[in-house]
């Protein structure tokens, strides 16, 4: 059974960082394009980022909104996925899934962590 | 990248078949058969319905199905249950991105 759970989200005042993680089990870790979807309370889903297996070259890609301000990483070793978010914004509260991509899009999610961004 | 268009609402009886769209461009649903469909009920993780355009995860009713043509896709309700009503949510693969619809809420009358 596919297991993602996620953790570190909290409470952060705007201009602060914080790193969430993401445990993976159940599927082969190593080959997985990993992403990160966040929906903001009472909103639609939105994409934030993916990365690519080591095979396929390992790099990441970022929804343009966020402006280089976060970070996807995993470590294959540990079958985890990281997401660091550095110079926060209010508009970033949200709720942040990790999924695993298949066919080209989420397919098994976690159960999401809660991240409010406020003074 | 900009989202894709669905409509916000849709509704139907028990028993009834229900269709939402989502409306792309050649750069998303038009241009890859990587499109999915994800049902959400209040205060839980979506769920996936539909992947690949048309294809049924494991536990995931015959009633749901999905399909393609040209820069829409469709996901269609049959024989609507109360347990249906929820928030539809499609997506599409893009080449550096991924690409989710605004959302539509499934009202069973």
């Known amino acids: 059974e596919v297991q993602l759970v996620e953790s570190g989200g909290g409470l952060v005042e705007p201009g602060g960082s914080l790193r969430l993680s993401c445990a993976a089990s159940g599927f082969t870790f190593t080959t997985a394009w990993m992403i990160w979807v966040r929906q903001a309370p009472g909103q639609g889903l939105e994409w934030v980022g993916r990365i690519k297996s080591k095979a396929d070259g390992g790099t990441a890609d970022y929804a343009t909104p966020l402006n280089g301000r976060f970070t996807i990483s995993r470590d294959d070793s540990r079958n985890t996925l990281d997401l660091q978010m550095d110079s926060l914004k209010n508009e970033d509260t949200a709720v942040y899934y990790c999924?695993?991509?298949?066919?080209?899009?989420?397919?098994?999610w976690g159960q999401g962590t809660l991240v409010t961004v406020s003074s | 990248q900009s989202a894709l268009t669905q409509p916000p609402s849709a509704s139907g009886s028990p028993g009834q078949s229900v269709t939402i769209s989502c409306t792309g461009t050649?750069?998303?649903?038009?241009?890859?058969?990587?499109v999915s469909w994800y049902q959400q009920h209040p205060g839980q993780a979506p769920k996936l319905m539909i992947y690949?355009?048309?294809k049924r995860p494991s536990g995931v009713p015959d009633r749901f199905s999905g399909s393609k043509s040209g820069n829409t896709a469709s996901l269609t309700v049959s024989g609507l249950q109360a347990e249906d009503e929820a928030d539809y949510y499609c997506s599409s693969f893009a080449s550096r991105s991924l690409v989710f619809g605004g959302g539509t809420k499934l009202t069973v009358l």
């Open positions: 690949e355009v048309n």
């Open positions: 050649s750069s998303d649903v038009g241009g890859y058969n990587y």
């Open positions: 999924t695993w991509q298949k066919g080209g899009n989420p397919y098994s």
